[in-house]
């Protein structure tokens, strides 16, 4: 993801010890840190290696990254060990491809949907993984005790992700949340903001399939060669999932315009999945310990802009045709108008 719509990042993994990089048969190269959209990986001569922090997840995506044949996408494809594995001791490795993440928003969201036919191709008719079912985790144990074993940085953002779509956001976000500490006032106030949001969601229609998760973060542009994605943010959506994030990311975080909306508008219940993309910022900023305060005024802008877009197509829709009156929440026709600070 862009820095400033995450978190402090811890302080970034140490290089990869020597051990490793002999594993991956780079041992003498010197480790130069790359930075976000490399996953914040340490560039050894020809190859990249990714600190993973689940063995099981980190294997099951650089398989998927070696399966997928996008057209017209390069995609960063993952190293084997000396002895033919993709984790070892806690890191993975991909060949490196040069570039830097630039602001070519469209070109972006094109290159994502061909990488997400990909992935529907190379899944084949193949389960959801179980790692992506971060809310059946969640529920399970807070029937176990109220509380969910302590979660990685990554887990906590698929947390906020499921509460996005959930029916009831809160049983997956208490859980997970120090109740105990009081919020920051830009923590609160995107409490406030989802909770007007919430009334905005209707059925999204469009299937589920395996998508990439952070577009913008993970794609890299060196001149006219083709863009590369260099890393791979699994999540289980609709396709148009990844273009609405990448839509409201850059929209709050870099620079883009509102015209961006309107250019993807489109895809299938494209305004329902912007809708669920900015709930899931939200969320996020609020649940995953050390999030920016200086990343809040783009977040709450974009989430003002989502909710009068979606908000006033509601209330023009007539009666009828999709929105009827009478099935409207008490006060969801002033919803944009009511918010203020959410």
Known sequence: MIENSVSNAPVPAAAPPAAIRAGFQVSQATPVELGGAWGDGWRCDRAVLVPSEDRARATWTAQMMDRVRPAGVSVARPLRSTDGRYAVGGWTAR????????????????????????????????PRPAFLDMAARVSRGAAA??????????????????????????????????????????????MEKATGLMLLREEVT????????????????????DPAIVDFVPAWRPTGWS???????????????????????????????????????????????????????????????ISARVGGVRRAAP????????????????????????
């Open 95 to 126: 060949a490196f491809l040069s570039g830097h993440r630039a602001p070519r928003f469209d070109e972006t969201a094109a290159s994502v949907l061909r990488f997400n036919e990909a992935l529907d191709q190379a899944m084949q008719g193949e």
């Open 145 to 190: 005790g109220g509380q969910v074993d302590t979660l990685s940085e990554t887990e906590l953002f698929a947390v906020a992700e499921a509460a996005a779509w959930a029916d009831d956001p809160t049983d997956l976000l208490m859980p997970v949340m120090d109740l105990g500490v009081v919020p920051r006032d830009d923590v609160a106030a995107a």
């Open 206 to 225: 469009a299937p589920d399939q395996l998508v990439h998760g952070d577009a913008l973060g993970c794609t890299v542009y060196d001149g006219y060669a």
């Open 243 to 305: 273009v609405a994030l990448l839509v409201v990311d850059a929209i709050a975080w870099a620079n883009a315009e509102d015209g961006l909306l309107d250019r993807w508008s489109h895809l299938q219940d494209f305004d329902q999945l912007l809708l669920r993309a900015v709930l899931f910022r939200l969320f996020a900023h609020a649940a995953v310990p050390g999030t920016l305060p200086q990343a809040w005024p783009g977040l709450s802008r974009v989430s003002d802009v």
């Open 319 to 342: 009666v009828g045709d999709g929105a009827p009156e009478s099935d409207a929440e008490p006060g969801t026709a002033d919803l944009p108008g009511d918010e203020g600070d959410h």
